[in-house]
């Protein structure tokens, strides 16, 4: 197979920068909502604020998928350096945050078992199901990597039906988020079978419930250049499709809650089916942004922008990795100010640029550390003892 230089695909960067700030957004927001009233003025801006923002966690699923088949289509692949490759960068941070998780969880919750035993059963735990905080993430990309070698060949020998399986998997995501939201969300889980309550408990980091937005990144791979060239030029429908979708979205959230009465949970649920094309509106709109910053990155006007997003993006990993540490001590300090309303409208916007930009910082630091890189999915240099132990050996052999 044909050989390809690997492109560094800049509108990716500012993808990952604005995702993951986007995270951090629905985390904090997520926090400062639990002060409002149901129904309230503030809690109903808080929780459309919330529905706009829950396309993150599809949207990085899409660019795994992307930046996977950009690297690996065209190449010659083996799937056991792949996944040693792979696991090597992502199940090392898994486990040292899983670890770092519950020991950090252990110093405020009370009556925490510390044990040796009780801390290696619940790391045990953890690792498998993806238990702490928001590591599920992790546990979906694993699955993707182990099933990459299949999935890769799958796509190159169905190149005729693209459109089809495009079409296939969209129609299968939006039935498997209406029976989500319209089904299991009131289905008692309890009158389940063993294996299927594991299933439906657990199905926010089940490969399958995103299988979408990794079929989606794969097909834009593989046709990149010619879609690209229609997203940019057309980027005009982008900007008005993203300001219908929003419309839309809203308006169902706005029927959501106050015509059906549903919970602020339900309304605002990541996993039902109007999300679906919604963040695939969002995520074209963030890709012709990219794709307009990229042309653009090297102008004097726009240098500032673009080293913000070459930083941001580089640290993102890190940052969906230490902000949930930062946004624990945020919420200790706003609970012990014991803020109003309006105290707490004006630092949110503050919280979420302070824990975004110590984030950044922290991984930035931790990303510089040899071996220790490791933790926030970084590769770096060994140090210079080291490097010099090895040099050795290999004069020696």
Request: hydrophobic residues 55%.
């Amino acid at each position: 197979m044909e050989r390809k230089v690997k492109e560094h695909l800049y509108e990716v960067d500012l993808m990952r920068a604005f995702i993951i700030l986007g995270v951090l957004c629905v985390h904090v927001i997520s926090f400062y909502n639990l002060f409002t009233p149901f129904a309230s003025a503030t809690g109903t801006v808080y929780g459309m604020s919330l529905v706009a923002l829950h396309f993150t966690r599809e949207a990085f699923m899409f660019i795994t998928g992307l930046v996977l088949f950009i690297t690996y289509y065209h190449r010659s692949f083996k799937a056991l350096d792949f996944l040693k490759k792979r696991f090597a960068l992502i199940f090392i941070p898994y486990a040292a945050w899983t670890l770092i998780y519950i020991l950090f969880s252990g110093t405020y919750l009370k009556g925490f078992d510390w044990s040796f035993g009780s801390v290696l059963w619940d790391f045990i735990f953890s690792v498998l199901i993806g238990h702490q905080f928001y590591l599920y993430y992790l546990v979906i990309s694993m699955q993707l990597y182990v099933l990459f070698p299949l999935f890769l060949k799958f796509i190159q020998r169905t190149e005729g039906v693209h459109g089809w399986i495009f079409a296939f998997s969209f129609a299968l995501e939006i039935a498997m988020m209406w029976f989500n939201k319209a089904v299991l969300q009131s289905y008692p889980m309890t009158h389940l079978p063993p294996i299927l309550y594991f299933l439906d408990r657990y199905r926010d980091r089940d490969i399958l419930t995103y299988q979408f937005w990794f079929v989606c990144g794969a097909l834009i791979a593989v046709h990149y250049p010619r879609i690209k060239a229609y997203i940019i030029a057309h980027k005009g429908w982008m900007v008005a499709s993203l300001i219908s979708s929003l419309i839309l979205l809203w308006g169902h959230y706005a029927f959501d809650q106050y015509y059906l009465h549903q919970d602020s949970v339900l309304s605002v649920l990541v996993l039902q089916p109007i999300m679906i094309p919604y963040s695939l509106v969002v995520t074209f709109a963030l890709w012709s942004a990219g794709t307009t910053w990229s042309a653009a990155r090297l102008k004097p006007h726009v240098t500032w922008f673009s080293s913000f997003v070459k930083v941001a993006a580089a640290a993102s990993f890190g940052v969906f990795l230490i902000h949930p540490i930062l946004l624990h001590y945020a919420e200790v300090i706003v609970y012990r100010l014991h803020t109003n309303a309006t105290e707490r409208l004006i630092l949110l916007p503050l919280t979420i640029l302070v824990v975004y930009g110590l984030a950044i910082v922290l991984a930035r630091l931790i990303g510089s550390v040899p071996l220790l890189s490791y933790i926030v999915g970084q590769k770096s240099d060994p140090p210079r003892w080291l490097a010099r132990k090895k040099r050795t050996e290999s004069h020696s052999v």
